[in-house]
């Protein structure tokens, strides 16, 4: 049986674009994004394990806790709207990927992490140009009790 409501792919980023293209958050929806704010926890902390530095470690081994964070916060907010979901462990989450084995965080990857340039709308639909961050403002979806 799977966790995903019907017509979610196991895949985190297709299921964001879905998410992020609806009009109201339903509790279906909820838990998919529980699914995948608890997926982060793993690849944050293989990235910890592969930094090469203790502090970097532990500060990316944090956020792998936040995003565990923010999945039971999730859950707050299902059980609020009248529903029930429980964390899977890491082997049953459709979003989980084992953390590949790395030696050092490494150029490629840091510069994946980067951001060159960046347009940031915001709610009132006005236009700015970075270069130094990264930011997609969106309007709040709405959640809904369906």
Known sequence: MSLLPEGYP?????????????????IDDLK???????SGESAYFALGQAAGN????????RNGQEERGHAH???KA?????????LPTPEANPFYRPPVKMDGLGENMLKGMEMK????????NTVAESTEISVSVRPPVPLSNG
């Open 73 to 75: 916060r999730l859950l």
């Open 54 to 61: 203790d502090e970097a470690r532990a500060l990316l081994e």
């Open 10 to 26: 196991n895949d985190a980023r297709a299921a964001l674009a879905i998410l992020n293209a609806r009009e109201r958050l339903g």
């Open 117 to 124: 340039s960046v347009t940031v709308v915001s709610s009132s």
């Open 32 to 38: 998919v994004l529980a699914l995948i704010e608890l």
């Open 78 to 86: 299902i059980s609020l709207l009248g529903g029930s979901f429980e």
